[in-house]
């Protein structure tokens, strides 16, 4: 039977994204690692800054 972490590892190389199984503790930040060779970046901080930007792009072009 597949483990999870081997089954996350078989999808990432199908190209799926995998990040969602950090936050769902299918496997750690350091698996994530060995996985995709990237650290991982909490995807709730990456989007709190994205659309901070993004507003902040949208109010100076007004």
Known sequence: MMTEYDFVKTIYSWG????????????????????TGKD????STATSAGASESANTDASQA
Do not use: M
């Open 40 to 43: 991982y970046v909490d995807a």
């Open 16 to 35: 799926f994204p995998i990040d969602c199984y950090v936050q769902y503790n299918w496997i750690t930040k350091d698996q994530y690692k060995e996985i």
